[in-house]
């Protein structure tokens, strides 16, 4: 693999331990992939932040490198951690769950994830000007990376919780998979018979897509994207192939910004009914829990909540997570208000499937979410109720 002098250098440790150990893993993973050389990326995102992920080994491995002093070169962002930072009591956590939590977050804010201030999210575009079309950035988060090289048209791989510091200390990627043109072509034909409408059942057809290809990237023929929620659509079919399967990237004709260059491939994949999807997600019973914004929520699916609950009772409290920012703006603009007196709460920094859900005393959760459902079942070990916003809470109304 070619590299600059500048590389050599701080593989050769001239920049100190924390850069050397970053280019060995940067350089490592490019031997692997067969790369040639090192790529600058404009920003990083960095996930396994959640202690029951990362338990006391995790914590260690953290403060080995804030202790060689390791500081980011670009842009960092933070996924999110289990609980919301400020709000952990009112959730139920655990003190000493909550204490080694927030060590977590401190430790990457002493490596300047965040400028110093980690707003930790799963839906990073929200938080700052999204990257450009052709950028490269290196984001961790299935969802996420998704998002950036389909609807934004940015090129990332999914990086890996060590890759993902290596390349925020580096500010460099080893050139490969997705950062290389000739990969993003697609892979199969996907055609729909069930026009999908609400964002339920774009996230119940993602999960049958990604169920049946892998790691393939599908390029959507006759798929309408239509407002309202269009773009919470197009990123809950997103987070659904990454988490069913593990699709990287998808084109949608007429929608996505690089569907245009590829013509159809030849193998195909017809969609039926997206019942399918619903029965395979969808456990059926009560719930203790409503959850919204898995991936993290947008301004407009915070809105269209609080226009649904508005006036309403519900008996069973639905959590609402999103970033720090996109709640500010809510907060500031009533919805949150709303949301809560119908018995609702706007949670930021958290995300319940990497929650330790059962010791909270939740057994059940309902969800609009393909992603959230797989994880909720096969992570946090809890039942879940997959539909419609609209059915989920009709269920749950006082
Ligand atoms: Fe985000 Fe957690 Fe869902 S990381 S995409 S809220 S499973």
Not at 9 to 15: D, F, I, P, R, Y
Not at 34 to 55: K, W
Not at 151 to 174: F, K, M, Q
Request: charged share 20%; glycine share 10%; net charge neutral.
């Amino acid at each position: 693999m070619r590299l600059t002098a500048e590389e050599r250098s701080w593989l050769g440790g001239e920049a100190g331990p924390a850069l050397q150990r970053a280019m060995e893993i940067v350089v490592a993973l490019g031997r692997i992939y067969g790369a040639e050389r090192l790529i600058p990326v404009e920003s990083v995102q960095i996930s396994g932040v959640s202690y029951r992920n990362l338990g006391e080994a995790g914590l260690r491995f953290l403060r080995r490198w804030v202790e060689e002093g390791a500081r980011v070169r670009v842009p960092t962002f933070l996924n999110p951690t289990a609980m919301d930072l400020a709000a952990w009591r009112e959730q139920g956590f655990d003190p000493h769950f909550a204490a080694r939590q927030a060590e977590i977050v401190d430790l990457f804010a002493q490596m300047g994830v965040g400028a110093g201030e980690p707003m930790p999210t799963c839906a990073p575009y929200y938080l700052a000007r999204p990257p450009r079309a052709g950028s490269h950035v290196a984001w961790a988060e299935s969802s996420a990376v998704s998002y950036a090289n389909s609807l934004l048209g940015a090129r990332t791989n999914r990086e890996g919780g060590p890759g993902a510091i290596a390349a925020a200390l580096t500010g460099r990627v080893a050139e490969y998979g997705l950062h290389l043109e000739a990969n993003r072509r697609p892979t199969v034909t996907v055609a729909v018979q069930e026009p999908p409408r609400t964002v339920a059942d774009f996230s119940a057809l993602g999960a049958l897509v990604g169920r049946e290809i892998g790691r393939g990237i599908p390029y959507f023929v006759d798929l309408r994207v239509e407002e309202p929620l269009r773009e919470a659509k197009l990123k809950a079919l997103g987070a659904a192939m990454a988490a069913t399967g593990a699709v990287a990237l998808y084109h949608v004709a007429g929608v996505t910004p690089e569907a245009a260059q590829f013509t159809p491939p030849a193998a195909r994949l017809t969609v039926g009914s997206l019942r399918e999807g619903y029965a395979m997600l969808d456990e059926g019973g009560d719930v203790d829990l409503l959850w919204v914004g898995c991936p993290h929520a947008s301004l407009e699916e915070i809105e269209r909540v609080a226009a649904r609950v508005a006036g309403r009772r519900l008996r069973r409290p639905l959590w609402i997570t999103c970033s720090r920012a996109v709640r500010r703006v809510a907060v500031e603009a009533g919805w949150a208000e709303r949301i809560e007196a119908a018995g609702g709460r706007l949670y930021a920094d958290a995300c319940l499937a990497i929650a330790p859900l059962r010791d909270l005393g939740i057994r059940a959760v309902g969800t609009t979410s393909a992603k959230g459902a797989f994880y909720l079942r096969n992570l946090a070990g809890v039942a879940v109720r997959f539909g419609t916003l609209d059915d989920l809470l009709d269920s749950v109304v006082s």
